[in-house]
């Protein structure tokens, strides 16, 4: 009898704890189930160009082939590598699929399963973002500190957006400030055992790093981390002292774990590694940002924030610069070399490279919004109503932004837009000339391939990769994309096309030889139209420049359909055009 009311005390305990955790935290978990769903809202009508590579990529780890030439990005790739693994499992024991091959000719057709597990992945990873937010602000300065900052970053529109694709990014971003935050551990000294926190930065920066490598930057906090939790005392065992060490191996054990190809070809590693700084000044896809990195992040940060926000981010800034604080140390030593680095280039150029720098910012104005209203006395108003009018005023813009952005989520993507007009009003087994990619489709319109264009797709690939001149330094096609295009032979629909790729506008002759050859139809995207049709392109590949500049002007094509995006659809404008 004592046994038993002593279990039921015990029970009514762990239950008044829990409860009080879930008051305690209530203005907290109702920020991250917002960010969650908000994140999770339209992942099925989202599309983007990288999810396509980062999908194969994984199967190919699934299929036990890693890829000794890719060394960065990999890290989110092996999460859904495990994930695919156990999506065949579950498909297995429910007899859906018998075999690897049968799971491959299955999926081969239609990767939507994969695509959307890889965005779930990346919504639960951008609402860990937003929790991180609040555990590094609220250890850094306060609660209050880390609730603020927490909350500008579930409104980010970037980081709702990458969230909902099949991409790295906000993986990358949880996993930075997961790092940051054992790095906060090491600078505030709170316990005798640091040694685990030095490990635990280490780990986390390494697999940081693996996914991208400007995540290098969190070597700089880490040092400055290291040096105020010595004083600033300079001597032998700052160095090479046992702390030190755990870091190292760490960091070594974090790049392993990002990417165990490391062990087997540590010297293409550091090459590649050495590499890496050609992105800055080489065109990716031959294209060319308007304007370099910093003044391209200054239109960023002003679309993103509104005026009230971002009239606060400079004043956290230029408060910051000027004082002595080591809290804000920390933050700028994170802050303005990752700013530094990314602004850097002018063929590196994306907003979403801003992303892992973003809760920086906000745990930054938080904490200058909130010292500044600690400041404020009024009899006839209370703080808390202050700050709650003042966090209106400064979200009002950011809501409105993620508030368009949900409704252009609720609507099916122009790429599907465009396949439907396309099988509806041309054709099949016509000859069209479409912006797609050099091997896949990653961007264009979802339309089959017939037969004799997977064909001829097989035999360029074969020639390609036998003779050395495929351009991929990544080598993510390889023989695999033979397979895969083999594997689409066997399932080819009657609704399919002879399609020819213009592999991202760059592989391109005049107007008069594809009416000469047969084409029937083009299918142009927007952003290539106008990327192909500027100075630099001229410059370099002036037949590319041709070809796109006389589109609207050749009296051979007559423009028939233009799909393009709207308030409820997202997506890109493409130009359907028939050639007379």
Not at 359 to 366: A, N, Q, W
Not at 491 to 514: C, H, M, Q, R, W
Not at 556 to 570: E, G, M, T, V
Request: hydrophobic share 45%; aromatic share 16%; charged share 15%.
């Amino acid at each position: 009898m004592d046994k038993s009311n002593s279990d039921i005390s015990l029970l009514h305990t762990r239950e008044t704890n829990i409860k009080d955790i879930l008051y305690k935290y209530r203005l907290l978990i109702l920020i991250i189930i917002f960010a969650f769903f908000i994140r999770l809202w339209g992942i099925w009508n989202a599309e983007s160009n990288d999810e396509y590579n980062e999908v194969f990529e994984a199967l190919r780890v699934c299929s036990g082939q890693l890829n000794y030439e890719r060394w960065f990005k990999r890290f989110y790739l092996y999460i859904l590598s495990i994930e695919y693994g156990l999506f065949y499992a579950i498909g297995w024991i429910s007899h859906i699929f018998s075999s690897p091959t049968d799971f491959a000719a299955k999926i081969i057709r239609d990767l939507s399963p994969l695509l959307l597990i890889g965005r779930a992945t990346s919504t639960v990873m951008g609402a860990l973002s937003v929790f991180m937010t609040y555990v590094v602000g609220s250890r850094l300065h306060s609660k209050n500190v880390g609730l603020l900052a927490a909350l500008f970053l579930s409104l980010n529109s970037f980081n709702i957006i990458l969230s909902h694709y099949a991409r790295l990014d906000t993986t990358l971003c949880s996993i930075v400030l997961i790092s940051f935050y054992f790095i906060v551990r090491i600078y505030q000294r709170a316990d005798s055992d640091a040694e685990k926190y030095y490990a635990f930065a280490g780990l986390f920066i390494g697999i940081a790093i693996q996914n991208k490598i400007p995540s290098v930057i969190l070597l700089i906090p880490f040092a400055v981390a290291h040096l105020i939790s010595h004083g600033f005392k300079f001597s032998p065992q700052l160095l090479f002292g046992r702390q030190v060490a755990f870091f190292v191996a760490a960091l070594m054990s974090g790049l392993v774990v990002g990417n165990p190809a490391i062990l087997f070809a540590p010297i293409k590693f550091l090459q590649g590694m050495l590499s890496q700084g050609d992105a800055f000044t080489v065109a990716i896809n031959e294209t060319k940002s308007e304007y370099i990195g910093y003044l391209a992040y200054i239109f960023y940060f002003f679309r993103e924030l509104g005026m009230p926000l971002s009239v606060l981010a400079l004043f956290s800034l230029w408060k910051a610069l000027t004082s002595r604080n080591n809290n804000d140390i920390l933050l700028l030593s994170f802050i303005l070399p990752f700013y530094a680095l990314m602004g850097a280039s002018r063929y590196m150029v994306y907003d979403s490279y801003m992303i892992p720098l973003m809760p920086f910012l906000y745990i930054l104005c938080s904490d200058k919004l909130i010292s500044m209203l600690d400041k404020f006395n009024s009899r006839i108003m209370p703080k808390s109503w202050v700050l709650g009018g003042v966090v209106l005023v400064l979200i009002c813009y950011p809501s409105f932004n993620v508030g368009k952005l949900l409704l252009s989520f609720s609507g099916q993507n122009t790429r599907y837009m465009a396949k439907y007009w396309i099988e509806q009003n041309i054709p099949f087994d016509s000859k069209i000339l479409m912006d797609s990619g050099k091997t896949m489709n990653s961007f264009a319109p979802l339309i089959a391939q017939n037969r004799e264009s997977i064909l001829r797709t097989i035999s360029e690939l074969s020639v390609n990769i036998s003779n050395g001149t495929i351009n991929d330094p990544t080598k993510m096609v390889d023989y695999n994309a033979v397979k895969y295009y083999q594997m689409l032979l066997q399932t080819v629909p009657k609704e399919a096309y002879d399609i020819t790729s213009t592999k991202f506008g760059l592989e391109l002759k005049s107007l008069n030889y594809y009416k000469q050859e047969g084409y029937k139809y083009f299918v142009i995207s927007e952003s290539m139209k106008i990327n192909r049709s500027d100075r630099f392109t001229a410059e370099r590949h002036p037949d590319v420049y041709r070809f796109y500049s006389a589109l609207d002007i050749d009296p051979n094509l007559k423009l028939i359909k233009i799909i393009a995006p709207s308030i409820i659809n997202r997506g890109e404008r493409f130009y359907i055009y028939k050639v007379l």
